[in-house]
């Protein structure tokens, strides 16, 4: 099992920018694909970004062209870059090691590991 610590979270404004980053305390990240999902109050789990071994990325819809997903094995980290956030960004953000994706599709198996959770606020 990895464990894995988010950090980077805060309330910001309209507009700013914001870098999480997701850090295994325990184990190693390299060879596992690598995601950030975020759950807002009342709202489903919402897949966010994901990064393969080899570096390739898959974003959700609604982050697509101001969030960047990134990868450095050597410091066993995994980067959301989050610009031009908007209110409904607002949510916890969790790192998430161990997912499968098939057809292009980031998939959740039965041993994903995760994170706790940072909060993530936008103020308008």
């Known amino acids: 099992q990895v464990q894995l610590v988010e950090s980077g979270g805060g309330l910001v404004q309209t507009g700013d920018s914001l870098r999480l980053s997701c850090t295994a305390s325990?184990?190693?990240?390299?060879?596992?694909?690598m995601a950030w999902f975020r759950q807002a109050a009342g709202k489903d789990r919402e897949f966010v970004a994901a990064?393969?071994?080899?570096?390739?990325?898959y974003y959700g819809d609604s982050v697509k062209g101001r969030f960047a997903i990134s990868r450095d094995n050597a410091k066993n980290t995994v980067t959301l870059q989050m610009n031009g956030l908007i209110p409904e960004d607002t949510a916890v953000y969790y790192c998430?090691?161990?997912?499968?994706?098939?057809?292009?599709?980031?998939?959740?198996?039965?041993?994903?590991?995760w994170g706790q959770g940072t909060q993530v606020t936008v103020s308008s």
């Open positions: 325990e184990g190693t990240l390299s060879g596992y694909t």
């Open positions: 998430a090691a161990k997912l499968s994706v098939v057809r292009n599709v980031v998939t959740i198996v039965p041993n994903t590991d």
């Open positions: 990064i393969v071994w080899n570096g390739d990325t």
